[in-house]
């Protein structure tokens, strides 16, 4: 669960803070065109920039209990690539954020106005580099050429949010000349507004009329995002704006404080009654070991409680507005159904009426930036999970996370520090990795090879852990023919040629089993034909596959989120009278416990049958920037390796 609701109940507890209301811009609020900047020829932060932003202007208020975003961003195009890149905008968004009263215009050099349309606004989903998915409106800016200049505005609402630990983003994919924020803080005896800037220096905060106050930053660089570089708040340049008691703290009193307020705050919240009780040693049953009695627990909460918030639990929009809002855990219970904090609560609850010592832990989100507990704000720890004292470990468990198998977390959440509340003495401890084989890409083909290269067969792909939640998430919301496409798509982005059919998809909703794959392909010319001799790749799921890191240079970490394992058994029959004419395998490989790498091949029987398998394993998260040729050299070895190719040579008769 994110934690966030819950959380809410802690911060209620220690902090209020608003922002004076303002008034919403009008269709006509658009500021005057500096005729210099119609005229303009060159960018003026990077010489090589395709498009550069003039101004982009931010007011950030409290409106009807929601935190907006009020945006404006001016742009110049210069080249054909600026064109390109800037007619289509995205503005990204993730969970309940609302993207409203998008507005846009193209000024062309005369100064004629073309003004972007609403019927032009369109909702997608996008897959960034990082691999997140995040929800986008989406528009073309009308008339863009070189020299033009394109500007628009949009609102970001935060529905049910305030301004503490509020994020204020200084760099886009195109450099910026002037990046302003307009904030008006609340006035709270004891505590005022602090301001944390990351991978810059701290701009200063000046006044402005009616308590406002702005704060800017000149020149900023583009940011362009990386394959797999660490998360965006952990690269970018940003300032984080949060409410703080005037009183310093060091780190470590500042946590053991709120270590302490939290578990004050959360003990009552996790109360059991009489159906509880009576609820939890019926699930337990027989179950005599704790492991035995928390996984089922565990997957009572999983399954049988359905999560609101959830977009995949078949729950309408009228469904959802009916639905009783949950008290206690008690409540959810007897509803059958909550919030990711509702269900989590109730595991708490029952894992507590059967004897487990049981918190709520607090920790950060290593998708959203790495925690640190050095800096004495919240921000860092606003994921909060049930953990569970078994013997003298401590044990993390995330059963309102609809995919996320019994003894482990989402990616996000592993190997971080966790603060377990404590009415005396909080403590930290980090949140387990799941090792390589708990995610595992186990995929298995048997085909037949025809005289002309065509390789035909049947084929199963099986995701277990990480890779099967990823799966699962990317797929439950999806008809079955979606499912399928999705499928083919993925094959033939590869093998241009593959035909798919008979295709059957399995455990796309069951939280405990792996999601699998079956199909049958027929992949024409995969092999090459050249008079008697068969060129074939015989590492079928990775043919057609690009090398992970192409670029020369690399100016993030190197950061993988999860560790995983590829095993790959391939079985292909060979057509009469051809025999395997170049036995080598590629050289495995081994370094340290980072990374693993084999392969074997053989033939069974008089040339019937040839046999592949493939075992690739990598066992690290991050690595500083200055790995990246090494980190990039093994990659191009695996890549070198997995395009590996064999010979078969037709025989002559009696051979």
């Not at 932003?53 to 935190?67: C, E, H, K, S, T």
């Amino acid at each position: 669960m994110t934690g966030r609701l819950l959380l809410r109940a802690w911060f209620a507890a220690i902090l209020f803070i608003g922002l004076a209301n303002l008034p919403a811009f009008a269709g006509d609020d658009w500021k005057p065109v500096d005729p210099a900047h119609l005229a303009m020829k060159a960018p003026m932060v990077e010489p090589d920039a395709d498009a550069e932003a003039i101004f982009w202007d931010v007011r950030v208020d409290d409106q009807d209990r929601d935190l907006v975003f009020t945006n404006y961003i001016r742009i110049k195009i210069f080249t054909e690539r600026g064109k390109e890149s800037q007619s289509q905008i995205d503005l990204t968004f993730l969970g309940n954020v609302k993207v409203k009263d998008i507005a846009g215009r193209t000024i062309k050099a005369d100064g004629t106005i073309i003004e972007l349309k609403k019927d032009a606004i369109f909702e997608r989903t996008i897959v960034k580099l990082s691999g997140l998915k995040y929800k986008a409106k989406s528009f073309a800016m009308p008339g863009v050429e070189p020299g033009v200049i394109i500007e628009y505005r949009w609102r970001e609402i935060y529905p049910f949010d305030n301004a503490d630990n509020v994020r204020l983003q200084f760099q886009r994919d195109i450099p910026v000349q002037l990046v302003r924020y307009h904030i008006k803080p609340f006035e709270f005896i004891s505590r005022g507004m602090r301001a944390q800037t990351f991978n810059a220096s701290e701009p200063k905060f000046s006044r402005e009329k009616d308590g406002f106050y702005a704060t800017e930053m000149t020149n900023m660089p583009a940011f362009h995002e990386e394959a797999h570089m660490p998360p965006e708040d952990q690269v970018r340049t940003w300032t984080l704006l949060y409410y703080i008691k005037d009183v310093k703290q060091k780190p470590e009193d500042y946590w053991r404080e709120n270590g302490k307020t939290f578990y004050n705050v959360l003990k009552p919240m996790m109360k059991a009654n009489d159906d509880i009780k009576k609820t939890a040693a019926q699930v337990i049953g027989d179950a005599t070991t704790p492991e035995q009695k928390l996984e089922r627990l565990y997957t009572y909460c999983q399954t049988k409680i359905k999560n609101v918030n959830d977009d995949a639990n078949g729950l309408t929009a009228e469904d959802r507005k009916k639905a009783k809002k949950n008290e206690s855990p008690a409540d959810t219970l007897k509803h059958g159904m909550g919030t990711g904090s509702d269900i989590d609560l109730l595991f708490a609850a029952m894992a507590s009426t059967a004897g487990f010592d049981t918190r709520i832990a607090l920790m950060g989100d290593r998708s959203r930036m790495f925690a640190d507990f050095s800096f004495t704000s919240t921000y860092f720890v606003r994921q909060a999970i049930v953990t569970v004292k078994v013997g003298n470990d401590w044990r993390f468990f995330e059963p309102s996370s609809a995919y996320c198998p019994f003894g482990m977390l989402r990616w996000r959440l592993e190997g971080q520090q966790a603060l377990i509340p404590d009415s005396k003495e909080p403590v930290f401890v980090r949140t387990p990795l799941s090792p390589p084989e708990k995610s595992m890409e186990k995929r298995t083909a048997s085909l037949k090879l025809d005289t002309d290269g065509t390789l035909e067969g049947d084929a199963t792909i099986e995701y277990t852990g990480h890779l099967a939640m990823e799966k699962k998430e990317d797929n439950d919301e999806g008809s079955q023919e979606q499912r399928e496409q999705n499928l083919r798509d993925m094959i033939k982005a590869r093998l241009s040629t593959a035909e798919v059919s008979n295709i059957k998809i399995e455990n796309v909703t069951d939280p405990t089993k792996p999601f699998i794959y079956r199909f049958h392909v027929r992949v024409p010319g995969y092999a090459e034909r050249t008079g008697k001799r068969l060129f074939l790749q015989p590492a079928f799921f990775e043919r057609g596959l690009p090398v992970l890191f192409s670029s020369g240079a690399r100016k993030h970490q190197i950061y993988f989120h999860y560790f995983w394992q590829e095993e790959d058994a391939v079985t292909i029959n060979l057509p009469p009278g051809f025999a395997l004419d170049n036995p080598d395998a590629p050289a495995p490989f081994k370094i340290n416990d980072v990374a693993q790498y084999s392969v074997g091949m053989k033939v069974i029987g008089k040339n019937e049958q040839f046999v592949y398998h493939r075992n690739w394993m990598f066992n690290a998260l991050i690595f500083p920037q200055q790995s990246y040729a090494g980190i990039k050299q093994v990659f191009e070895m695996v890549h070198q390796s997995d395009n590996h190719t064999i010979t078969f040579k037709q025989q002559a008769a009696g051979q």
